[in-house]
């Protein structure tokens, strides 16, 4: 059969970031015109494959063959310009003021006499355009183009670079349900001109609804691949957890009391649409969903870091106004947010500095930080959370990022929160730190703190929650007790089913 | 640990700087290794000195402030024109002009931290504008007949040290405690490195960011009362480019143009290398346009080396 012809292969592919395996001798196949999907869960070491195969990072060890040539991973542009591999990520790689055309051609369009050819480089794009059955005008800046736009003009990018392998990294997540359509469309028809594409997402509707085959990764390890047609997305769940729920999370005694947030009828300009939960002392509310549901936006607009244009919140009973994130500091609401280099941490600043930095008073003498006293807050988190860190003195940047994440669970510790929001609080922190995490969460309501934890992580989700709030496209699609909530119903709820 | 390692030997180039370019002068000239000329250099960057504890705040938090030389020229006519003409006494005369200084620091601040309008394009425009000002406030023409009293404050010493020399060291000592010692001055240093973070850690970022602006207006402020002093005339062009040499200074002393690192001792060696560089050069009968020369290629020196170094981080 034609569609048997490998066009790309890896062997013994092995990648080790400090404290994890992040690929685990992994072998895979790509056959020439296949749509292949990829899933498993964050961290399973998807896109650290992805990353290899694009030239963005290398191999410690395995090699990749590809068009009978071997090679022990590749610089980013000789994988685009000498294997034909193209790569569509979720941050777009264009230039917003340029045309589609300039898009296209950057860095090599027809020239005339030493000058740019506009006219030649219009047609020459509509034609790439044509090509896709995408009808849309080349002199149009990108910036005026809806996502799915520029995700086409991405891939019109790709198609002319003569791609052989696209790979799509979860590209349904911006789009709405008919642009999808539309996309699914263009995949298929790139399929059909031979190309090989490489699909990753969480979504397993669309893995179904698109793949010839599917490969599932955990733990750094390729787990199986599959004929789609023969599999079940029970057995695809099967095979990306395969794990008792209950051996990685602690259990700890519930004892949840009274409420402490209400959150009515909340929107944003930013995406939620009339959201409404309750949230009590010493309770764990999980907030699932897909990328993009709405739930970081939440946690934002909880915090003040994002405005809120319509409903109210009360804490306590009382009505407050959170208009800025120094407003919920001060009523003890702490946010670790997901981000944790870029809107976490004072890079530059000291561990103990960021331990106290939104609380100096707390560490201050007639206005002076007391030195003594910050570093006493400093020690009794560093004990407290077991951070592993030489000293006070080191720069919180230079710490692991499992650390990281506990120097700012201890910020908030030492400026005595009641109500702690934690988005993705273990995303990309190794197995070890991530247990710890979990108890210090546990830890925080069982002293009768209430803890909002937002998670993609679905095992993390189920095992941690007392109870969990499903969101899809900025509104709450359901709530699930912890008995009657798995992973089936979450994912259901997620999809907006 | 990388980033220490090349943040120290930013550290001790500097240092090492000022005493090869000590070192050079002592030798060749037999005047420079003097106790009156030690003092006279001193003197001479006690200005520059005080103006820059302010830029520091300011680039601290990855901003820039290119006022300050027109500040010194507002400054100037200003409190000239209230102890003349308007006939103040000295005292509130010199409190009025401080207010003033670090009102046009309060609008530089607002303008770039509440608007969001970029630093260079706000300070350039009040640069700009003051500078008008100054030559429309006193039409033109210098400010004579200013109280004799008024001279001590420039031109005076305690025992040994000129009083501006003092000024600026007490003015040194402020600035490091506020820097390393109190919550606003720590947020200064974490606005530069990272400002989302600030604002998520619950700090209103641009009330502590129109803060380092009013800073730098009022201490170019006192800056610019020293200066009124010393000529003992209101000048209209004075100051002119002196918001390069603060800037110069200031980069010189190792405090990063991306702002979030730097030290207030490190700015001190910045500020007395460019002393030391322009008595030096003075000394040696050098003209001043080669001197000029010689002080962009320090401030080119200086920017590459912070470049190399942030380099190396990454």
Known sequence: MDEQKILVSARQIVKRYPGVLALDKVDMDFYSGEIHAICGENGAGKSTFIKILTGAIQPDSGCIEIDSVVRNGFEPHEAMNDFGISAIYQEFNLIPALSIAENLFLGNEPRKNGLIDVNKMNKMAKEILQSLEVDLDPKLPVENLAVAYQ???????????????????????????????????????????GITIIYISHRLLEIFELSDRVTVFRDGKKIATLKTSDTSKDELIHLMVN?????????????????????????????????????????????????????????????GADQITAGQILINGHKVSIRHPQNAVTLKIGLVPE????????????????????????????????????????????????????????????????????????????????????????????????????????????????????????QELLGMSDRIIVMHEGVITGELTKEEATQDKVLRLASGE | MRAN?????????????????????????????????????????????????????????????????????????????????????????????????????????????????????????????????????????????????????????????????????????????????????????????????VRLAGIRTARVGTIAYIISGFLTGLAGLIMLSRINTGQPKIGTSFEMDVITAVVLGGVSMRGGSGSILGVLVGVFITGILSNGMILLNISEYYQQIAKGLVLLFAVTLDTVANLRKN
């Open chain 1, 151 to 193: 995700q086409i003009v991405e891939i019109a990018k790709a198609t002319y670079h003569k791609a052989k392998l696209l790979i799509m990294d979860e590209p349904t997540a911006p789009l709405t349900i008919h642009e999808v359509d539309t996309l699914f469309a263009l995949v298929k028809r790139l399929k059909a001109q």
């Open chain 2, 5 to 197: 390692k090349s943040n120290n030997i930013k550290k001790y180039a500097i240092l090492g700087v000022l005493i090869l370019l000590a070192g050079f002068f002592s030798i060749v000239t037999d005047s420079f290794l003097t106790a009156s000329n030690l003092m006279n250099i001193s003197r001479q960057v006690s200005m520059l000195g005080i103006s820059a504890v302010g830029m520091t705040c300011v680039i601290l938090t990855s901003g820039i402030d290119l006022s300050v030389g027109s500040v010194m020229a507002i400054v100037n006519i200003i409190g000239a024109k209230l102890m003349t003409e308007a006939g103040l006494p000295i005292f509130p005369a010199a409190v009025i002009t401080l207010i003033v200084a670090a009102i046009v620091g309060l609008i530089n601040g607002v303008m770039i931290s509440y608007v969001g309008v970029p630093a260079f394009i706000v300070t350039l425009a009040t640069m700009i504008s003051l500078r008008g000002l100054a030559y429309v406030l006193c039409a033109g023409m210098p400010i004579w007949g200013l109280p004799d009293a008024f001279r001590t404050l420039g031109q005076g010493y305690l025992g040994p040290i000129p009083i501006p020399v003092i000024i600026m060291l007490i003015v040194f000592a402020i600035g490091w405690v506020f820097l390393n010692r109190t919550k606003t001055g720590r947020y200064i240093y974490g606005l530069g490195g990272n400002k989302e973070a």
């Open chain 1, 339 to 458: 981000d944790r280099k870029l809107h976490g941490i004072i890079s530059e600043l000291s561990v103990k500095e960021n331990i106290s930095f939104s609380s100096f008073n707390k560490v201050s003498k007639l206005g002076l930080i007391n030195v003594s006293l910050l570093e006493q807050a400093a020690t009794y988190m560093i004990k407290l959370l077991r951070i592993a860190t030489p000293n006070t003195q080191k720069k919180v940047k230079e710490l692991s990022g499992g650390n990281q994440q506990k120097v700012i669970i201890g910020r908030w510790l030492t400026s005595d929160c009641d109500i702690i929001l934690f988005d993705e609080p273990t995303r990309g922190i190794d197995v070890g730190a991530k247990q710890e995490i979990y108890e210090h969460i546990n830890e925080l309501a069982s002293q009768g703190k209430a803890i909002i934890l937002i998670s993609s992580d679905m």
């Open chain 1, 243 to 303: 794990r008792k729920l209950e051996e990685t999370y602690p259990e700890r005694s519930h004892f949840i009391g009274e409420k402490i947030l209400e959150v009515l009828h909340v929107s944003t300009a930013t995406r939620l649409k009339d959201v409404s939960f309750l949230l009590h002392k010493g309770e764990i509310l999980g907030f699932g969903g897909l990328v993009g549901a709405g739930r970081t936006e939440l946690a934002r607009a909880v915090y």
